[in-house]
């Protein structure tokens, strides 16, 4: 196989949890994954695991919130030889507090992540791949972006007041809604030139075995229908598909995994 017939895909925030399971996903696929993220230890980690699975994958360590470090991505990118077809963008994150103790740098620094960073990579995404034959973003949002955080099913472990109000994620909520209809912006643009874009928007999450989260977890569980919390592998598979040719008339849309969350 020539190299550039290899197929190549950029997962951002694939250091671990949704991320990583997100690209090992990919390769699977036969995708070569590009995995970024801040810290090179967890990409490197994540990169041996697609390797021992007769997978290829790149560790290029940045912070996307900053245009310099994405300029960088997109010329490791550039260098590999392979046609763009995919872009995962799944780096996010919250500052949660007291509802009148909000910070405006935190602020602005999750609307960077969770939304300035997600747009900028989209549109070079868009560029490369509208030039190659076309290819699908899929931007990771979360249910939060759908519905209002709501405490109540978890106050006895984390206190639902604080001195400054109750414990509030309004820059997240906002920047996840932001995002779904980013998505949608994206997807009317970016159509006719052969690019989808579409959201995953992944409920509660059990990221990891955690003894000092057990309590937590089991009450966010029992806050789910389906009487469980999910795995990251459910959300990479619902990313899987929508950057296959199964889901070539899917643009636009959005993908809600979350056992039943925004049904109450």
Same mark, same amino acid.
């Given at each position: 196989m020539e190299q550039t017939d290899r197929k190549l895909a950029l997962v951002t925030g694939a250091g671990s949890g949704i991320g990583r399971a997100i690209a090992l996903r990919l390769v699977r696929a036969g995708f070569v994954c590009v995995l970024v993220g801040r810290r090179k230890e967890p990409l490197q980690e994540t990169a041996s695991l697609a390797e021992a699975e007769g997978?290829?994958?790149v560790v290029v360590p940045a912070d996307v919130t900053e245009e310099d470090c994405r300029k960088e991505v997109l010329d490791a990118v550039d260098g590999?030889?392979? *046609?763009l077809r995919g872009l995962v963008n799944n780096a996010g994150g919250s500052h949660a507090s007291g509802l009148f103790d909000q910070d405006v740098r935190?602020? =602005?620094d999750e609307f960077a992540l969770n939304v300035e960073a997600a747009a900028f990579l989209s549109f070079e995404a868009i560029r490369r791949m509208a030039g190659t034959g076309g290819g699908s973003i899929v931007n990771v949002g979360s249910v939060y972006g759908i519905v209002a955080l709501n405490n109540s099913y978890y106050e006895d472990v984390y206190p639902s007041k604080t001195p400054?109000? *109750? $414990? =509030?994620a309004p820059a997240y909520s906002a920047s996840k809604g932001a995002l779904r209809l980013l998505s949608r912006e994206l997807a009317v643009s970016a159509a006719p030139m052969?690019?989808?874009v579409n959201t995953v928007s992944p409920g509660m999450i059990r990221l990891a075995e955690d003894p000092a989260f057990a309590e937590r977890d089991r009450l966010l569980a029992e806050a789910t229908p389906m009487g469980r919390m999910g795995r990251p592998?459910? $959300?990479a598979g619902a990313v899987n598909f929508l950057l296959s040719d199964e889901a070539?008339?899917?643009t636009g849309a959005e993908m809600v995994i979350d056992g039943g969350w925004t049904t109450w």
């Open positions: 997978g290829e994958a590999l030889g392979h *046609p935190r602020w =602005r400054n109000g *109750p $414990i =509030r052969g690019v989808r592998d459910e $959300i070539s008339f899917m």
